[in-house]
């Protein structure tokens, strides 16, 4: 798809790429929150938890064009057209990532059709859904004794062109974090397998991460495919695969319950000095 733009005209706004990270509202960083109270248009992603998006100054546009398994609310061609076409009408257009938006988020694609289109941009990197998963799991994607290595991957598994590195993925000293894999979680079990991964080897799924639904699914990489047909397990969820999840029992430290009965996770925020509209730039 050819992304139009006005012949002749700049654009008068400016795209922030936010990532609005794993889901807690309160591991949003300040930077994102200031960006987004600015906001004169938010294009937001299914992932992003409704706290974050309670956020949005009550004037501001909300789009909806978020992407799940099976389920996309828009085209990424059309999408692409959308942050063009408000970046030439509106002034502050926020596209809004869950996670940080340059892992596995297309943040890539669509700075370069803003580029193309001759949009200034912005990136404000988020906590990654990885990172905020494992640590709220008490899972350390590194650890001296048991990884000495970590690769986030995509779980689609359709790439033709670019197939799956089993054999390199099935290094018992590195942990494994697969993302979007649930629907193909016998693929990855039998790919690892295949290449020489134990069938021993530990693996978690974590469903809503860091948020008040958050659970842990624990198991072993034979039997990933039953862990991630369990009724209870809920998009999104990421797997993590490697020796460290066996230190999830005694490293676990998150209650869901405490974000369940935290009131003041919208109010700490208002406390916080912002700039204006006018001032940002």
């Known amino acids: 798809m050819e992304v139009l733009s006005l ?6 706004g400016k795209v922030w790429l936010v990532g609005a990270g794993p889901g807690d509202v309160e591991l949003l960083t300040l930077k994102a929150w200031r960006i987004l109270k600015t906001a004169d248009v938010v294009l937001y992603d299914a992932l992003v ?6 956020l949005i100054p009550k004037d501001a546009e909300k789009i909806a064009v978020g992407k799940r398994a099976n389920k996309h609310s828009a085209a990424q061609d059309d999408i692409n057209q959308l942050l063009v076409t408000k970046a030439y ?3 502050n257009v926020v596209r809004l990532k869950g996670g940080d938006p340059f892992i596995f988020g297309r943040g890539g694609e669509e700075l370069q059709t803003l580029v193309e289109a001759g949009v200034e941009f912005e990136v404000i990197p988020g906590i990654t859904a990885a990172s905020g998963t494992s640590a709220y799991a008490g899972i350390p ?3 001296r004794d048991h990884a000495q290595g970590v690769t986030f991957i995509t779980g689609h598994c359709q790439l033709e062109s670019r197939p799956m590195d089993w054999q390199g993925y099935a290094n018992p000293n590195n942990t494994l974090v697969v993302y979007m894999g649930i629907l193909n979680a016998g ?10 991964r ?6 978690a799924i974590v469903s809503k ?16 495919e039953q862990l991630a047909a369990d009724p209870q397990l809920h998009m999104p969820a990421l797997m993590i695969i490697g020796e460290v999840v066996a230190l999830s029992d005694s490293l676990h430290w998150f209650k869901p319950e405490s974000i369940a009965n935290r009131h003041t996770n919208i109010q700490v925020f208002q406390s916080v000095s912002v700039s204006t509209k006018a001032s940002v730039n």
């Open 7 to 12: 012949p002749g005209q700049a654009a008068k």
């Open 89 to 91: 009408t509106r002034k």
């Open 198 to 203: 134990s069938p021993d080897t530990p693996v």
């Open 141 to 143: 994607l590194t650890h």
């Open 49 to 54: 938890s409704e706290d974050i998006l309670e």
């Open 187 to 196: 693929i990855i079990r039998q790919g690892l397998l295949n290449a020489g």
């Open 209 to 224: 991460a860091t948020t008040k639904d958050q659970r842990r699914f624990i198991g072993r990489l034979g039997e990933l």
